[in-house]
């Protein structure tokens, strides 16, 4: 990666850095030496104020402002005395100016004709109070002027020192006073401190970046774990996940990308659950087609032997090649009775029709199987003795089943019917009712011919027979099975064939209702 997020957090660390030490840099040497001067007359100020104020209360005492100093002199009180636990108001606030800003004072009462004088430069001060009563001193700069003072700076050649001296009277216009305290050279003092600063700021600048990139190293760790994450989701490889305990911002988003990963790879998992099904439907649907085409085809093929019988038999009549009433008949029977196949089998498909699209509904009713095999059994007597066939069905008691009674009368007349369509060799059709927990099941069995193992699972399609000539012997149209696994699937329960040691048995199961 060109720039990584170690290398730019750095930068920036560095440059808000170097920054920080410009701004400061430059903050020192344009505003320092104001700063400094400012409180250094804030200072002056507020001495002022708290003697001017001590001065007044004493005054208003009626006590002298040299109370609490001893006499060095005729003329000249000095100091405090020292561990004087009864110190008063005015010494206690010189020692503290001495103390705290190095500050010297001398105040002279020209009424009471008394001064004090707090400074170990008692005589210099005491002259420089004069000359600036008397307007004599003249290399001053002034600084600050109130009403009653004014504060003005002035270097002093003996010293090579600058002081800032505060001058005047107090509120009382009797007590003259002159304040001084020496004040650095700021401006070389500005100038070390911005080396120094300098000096210092390169080392921190230094040394932070290289702690920077250590602890940025542990911080982007993380980060790069997620990133090789990232890469293997987009290789659709689910199975990494982040294992970082942290519970920060980074750790959030590792557990948002552990979820994001498992929906994926469900999301992933059911688009292609969803993909093979659509391949299904295709396949299903191109299936339908197949088998649309194919019905057409095997309609029309149905059809057409019935109607050319039809249309030529009625042209045989028309033409009056039957003249003999015989003959006449012979022609009407075989009109009628192809016609008759055709309706038979215009019924079967509407019933079929009904039957798949759900618009026969079921009748569920309690009925009597064995009573309604027998049933059966008896309107085909003639039929059965026309095919020779021997019928097996010793069932005596009821057994009572849950169905539409209509509708699985015609599945087991479908059953006899093809049975006896494909009788041989014995001839022997046997009807078994087998009692189970929670249904029953039916079964017709005749002997004669196994069908093909490849072709029992089409059988229950619409038009379909195991005879690929589609000849007319049998007279079925290859919708009966159809019509059975369509009353079947409506009714939700099994059905089919299986092929035995010397015949077909066809099946199907109902529930039971026996009390």
């Not at 500050?103 to 009424?111: D, G, H, K, R, S």
Request: charged share 25%; with cysteine; aromatic share 10%.
């Amino acid at each position: 990666m060109k720039h990584s997020i170690r290398f730019r957090f750095t930068m920036v660390f560095a440059g808000m850095m170097a920054l920080a030490i410009a701004v400061i840099l430059a903050i020192n040497s344009w505003f320092l030496e104001d700063f400094y001067m400012g409180e250094k007359v804030k200072s002056l100020e507020e001495a002022y104020v708290r003697i001017d104020q001590i001065l007044t209360e004493l005054e208003a005492e009626g006590k002298d402002m040299t109370e609490g100093f001893y006499t060095q002199d005729h003329r000249t009180y000095w100091m405090s005395r020292e561990n004087n636990e009864e110190e008063g108001s005015l010494p206690k606030a010189l020692r503290q100016m001495s103390e705290e800003s190095n500050t010297a004072i001398i105040m002279v009462n020209a009424v009471q004709g008394k001064a004090i004088l707090f400074s170990p430069q008692m005589d210099f001060m005491e002259r420089q109070m004069q000359q600036y009563i008397l307007g004599q001193d003249n290399r001053v700069e002034d600084v600050e002027q109130a009403e009653n003072y004014m504060i003005q700076r002035r270097y002093d050649q003996r010293n090579k020192t600058y002081y800032l001296e505060c001058w005047g009277f107090f509120s009382d216009n009797a007590t003259a006073f002159l304040m001084s305290m020496p004040v650095a050279g700021i401006q070389d003092s500005v100038r070390l401190s911005n080396q120094f600063l300098a000096y210092v700021g390169i080392v921190v600048l230094i040394v932070g970046s290289i702690v920077m990139m250590l602890l940025t190293r542990r911080m982007t760790s993380p980060i790069l774990s997620l990133t090789k994450i990232s890469e293997r989701m987009t290789q659709l490889d689910f199975e990494a996940r982040y294992t970082g305990q942290a519970q920060d911002e980074i750790g959030i988003l590792g557990n948002s990308m552990n979820i994001l990963s498992e929906r994926l790879e469900e999301t992933i998992g059911e688009l292609k659950a969803a993909n093979n099904e659509l391949q299904r439907d295709i396949r299903q649907k191109e299936k339908v087609d197949e088998m649309r085409k194919e019905f057409i085809a095997n309609i029309s093929h149905e059809l057409k032997t019935p109607i050319a019988l039809i249309q030529g038999y009625a042209e045989g009549l028309t033409e009056g090649m039957a003249e003999e009433k015989e003959s006449r008949d012979y022609y009407c029977d075989v009109i009628m009775d192809e016609a008759n196949k055709m309706n038979k089998m215009v019924q079967q498909l509407l019933t079929l029709t009904a039957l798949e699209f759900g618009s026969d509904e079921l009748t569920m009713e309690r009925f009597d199987l064995v009573d309604l095999i027998k049933s059966i059994l008896n309107s085909s007597k003639i039929l059965i003795d026309q095919k020779q066939a021997s019928i097996y069905f010793n069932e005596e008691g009821p057994v009572y089943v849950w169905a539409d009674e209509f509708k699985i009368e015609e599945v087991f007349t479908n059953y006899l019917n093809n049975a006896l369509n494909h009788l041989e060799g014995r001839h022997r059709i046997e009807i078994r009712i087998a009692r189970r927990e929670k249904d029953v099941k039916v079964s017709v069995f005749n002997t004669g011919q196994p069908i093909p193992e490849e072709d029992l699972p089409k059988l229950w399609t619409k038009f379909y027979k195991v005879d690929k000539a589609r000849t007319r012997e049998y007279g079925g149209s290859g919708i009966g099975l159809s019509i059975v696994k369509a009353i079947m699937d409506s009714h939700q329960k099994e059905y089919g064939v299986e092929n035995k040691e010397d015949g077909v048995e066809f099946w199907f199961t109902l529930d039971s209702s026996n009390l």
